[in-house]
């Protein structure tokens, strides 16, 4: 399969690589906040898209949680549009998450994407 045919992939090319390198992001001023989660996003150089998922033990003490909430936000922006829009974008969560609320968490997570998508786009 040719690699344009991967619309919906995850590429190495949409992560970020090096140590430290979600830093310039997480003090970037723009984010957009929900109520379980919050994603930093800045202008990707190059303008190729990067995603960066960091959660912390305090907020998901179970790591099967932390890998099952990974899993989730990866495959949300594997299949948005802010994915293909040049933003690096970096989601952690805001407090102590229970694995219960993870639909919502879904939601909440494919809305903000939704709305740093907006506010990136030209206006019309």
């Excluded at 202008?43 to 912390?56: C, D, E, F, Q």
């Excluded at 003490?61 to 974008?89: F, Q």
Aim: hydrophobic letters at 40%.
């Amino acid at each position: 399969m040719p690699r344009s045919a991967r619309t919906e992939g995850y590429s190495w090319r949409h992560r970020f690589h090096a140590r430290g390198s979600f830093g310039p992001v997480l003090r970037a001023p723009r984010k957009a906040r929900g109520r379980f989660a919050v994603i930093h996003a800045s202008a990707a150089p190059g303008g190729i898209s990067r995603l960066g998922i960091a959660l912390t033990r305090r907020t998901l003490p179970n790591a099967t949680d932390r890998n099952r909430v990974r899993r989730l936000v990866r495959e949300i922006y594997r299949r948005h549009v802010v994915k293909h829009s040049g933003l690096d974008c970096v989601v952690t969560l805001r407090d102590a998450f229970r694995p219960t609320d993870m639909q919502a968490l879904k939601d909440e997570v494919a809305a903000l994407f939704e709305q740093l998508r907006a506010e990136s786009s030209p206006a019309r």
